[in-house]
């Protein structure tokens, strides 16, 4: 009965980890597609205000229009870029290692369990390695 207790103890704390890992994927998914859509937002405007400005400039209206026109294209592309680079680019990357890390755990929690199964015996010492396992996460 005790080793079908340790066993299950080792199954539950993988599942627990699975379920962290399902998290974290999600928010990687979700920070890829946040990305993405800064950077095509930011393409988008900024092809639309340079056309903008190109169109007013040959129209012979007022220099300011053209100049503002410009100006914002500028905000637009650095703020956008700024924002992608700066903050989605890292959430991603974040994200990115923690599944990694978590992968890594589970399959050396894995092969421990798988090991520890086969001789049909889970002494408190491997208990003890599948728990500094654990922590290091």
């Known amino acids: 009965m005790e080793l079908e207790s340790r066993q299950q103890y080792m199954i539950d704390k993988q599942n627990e980890l699975k379920v962290k890992l399902e998290q974290y994927n999600k928010c990687k998914k979700r920070w890829i597609r946040i990305d993405s859509v800064f950077k095509t937002l930011s393409v988008v405007l900024t092809v639309g205000t340079t056309i903008a400005t190109a169109v007013t400039g040959g129209l012979m209206v007022p220099i300011l229009i053209p100049t503002l026109l410009a100006t914002a294209t500028a905000i637009q592309t650095s ?6 680079i700066g903050y989605t680019s ?15 755990n589970l399959n050396k929690l894995f092969i421990f369990f798988e090991r520890s199964r086969e001789d049909k015996n889970i002494t408190i010492e491997e208990l003890e390695e599948f728990n500094e396992i654990l922590e290091k996460f």
Not at 79 to 84: E, M, V
Not at 90 to 103: A, G, H, P, R, V
Request: net charge positive.
């Open 90 to 104: 890292k959430q991603k990357s974040y994200y990115k290692k923690k599944t990694e890390i978590l992968n890594s």
């Open 79 to 84: 703020s956008c870029g700024l924002i992608a």
